[in-house]
């Protein structure tokens, strides 16, 4: 079974930047797909970021150029880096890891309030 615990999320004003954390633990082996989703209050949730067990990144077309997600295979770890935030990015992100059929584990979300 593969834990995962989000860390990072806090209160930021506009134009600021956090760094989200996404730990896995367990039997989680060496390779494994991860990827960053969010949900704001009343919407749905979405993906922002995704990164291959081979590093191949994607972005939602709204954190394009801000946002960069990277790993750490060594430490288990994946990160989000955001920079330039805005309001609109106000939500709970989520931490998706997996490598189905093996797996598929999500995290409890870490919170990201940007305002002023």
């Known amino acids: 079974q593969v834990q995962v615990v989000e860390s990072g999320g806090g209160l930021v004003q506009p134009g600021g930047s956090l760094r989200l954390s996404c730990a896995a633990s367990g039997s989680i082996f060496n390779i494994f797909h991860a990827a960053w989703y969010r949900q704001a209050p009343g919407k749905q949730r979405e993906l922002v970021a995704s990164i291959t067990s081979g590093g191949g990144t994607n972005y939602a077309d709204s954190v394009k150029g801000r946002f960069t997600i990277s790993r750490d295979n060594a430490k288990k770890q994946v990160y989000l880096q955001m920079n330039m935030l805005n309001v609109k990015d106000t939500g709970v992100y989520y931490c998706?890891?997996?490598?189905?059929?093996?797996?598929?584990?999500w995290g409890q979300g870490t919170q990201v309030t940007v305002s002023s």
């Open positions: 998706n890891v997996w490598n189905i059929p093996v797996f598929d584990s």
